[in-house]
């Protein structure tokens, strides 16, 4: 499955990765601000190499567990600003799931929230998921108030269950449905 490439919204473009967008996509990832809420450490050139070999992959998703990825770009701008993300995480469940990587740069100006509203488009339209997640640990209130502004709902809030980076961490699980999308 995957999108009628490249999307639209009113300030962005949302395409494939190419391999052209190293140095972008490195420059988001290498950050630590960016990766303080993460699994991962900043990425070295070669880590986002890798990295970028799998989003080019994700412009479409073959089977469960695959993501969809997408590089936002902002109009006439030219670079990434953005890595967006959506998991085809259950067939007979029709679930999916939704992660957003912004460049510090970049952030405070809607970018995530335009994005990933194009990418719940695609969620419930294209592929015709019956319901999308988000995770987030706790303290990342930019990450909280993109789910919340895209009208999803916490369901949870899993308290010290993931140990990550040296401290236990507590985790939101945010969803919304296909019909309170529409
Ligand atoms: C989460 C992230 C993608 C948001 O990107 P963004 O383009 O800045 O998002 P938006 O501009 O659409 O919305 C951000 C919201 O968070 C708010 N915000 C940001 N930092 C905040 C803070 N420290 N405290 C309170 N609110 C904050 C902004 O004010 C904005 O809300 P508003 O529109 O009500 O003013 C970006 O911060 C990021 O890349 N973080 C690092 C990676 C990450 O943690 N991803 C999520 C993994 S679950």
């Not at 695959?66 to 067939?91: P, T, Y």
């Amino acid at each position: 499955m995957k999108p009628d490439w490249p999307l639209e919204t009113e300030r962005l473009v949302l395409r494939p990765f190419e391999p052209g967008d190293l140095a972008d996509l490195h420059r988001i990832h290498a950050d630590e601000t960016v990766t303080r809420y993460l699994y991962n450490e900043p990425r070295s050139l070669d880590e986002a190499r890798s990295l970028l070999d799998r989003k080019i992959a994700g412009a479409q998703v073959c089977a469960e567990e695959d993501w969809l990825s997408a590089a936002v770009i902002v109009r006439d701008g030219g670079h990434v600003v953005g890595d967006l993300a959506l998991q085809w995480v259950s067939e007979v469940h029709r679930t999916g799931e939704i992660g957003f990587v912004f460049d510090p740069a970049q952030q405070g100006r809607g970018y995530a929230t335009e994005a990933a509203r194009a990418f719940l488009g695609v969620a419930f339209g294209d592929f015709g998921f019956h319901r999308v997640v988000g995770r987030t640990e706790a303290r990342n209130t930019a990450s909280v108030r993109v789910l919340e502004k895209l009208g999803m709902r916490c369901e949870a809030h899993l308290v010290e269950n993931e140990w990550v980076k040296g401290e236990w961490q507590s985790e939101l699980v945010y969803a919304i449905l296909d019909r309170e999308w529409r």
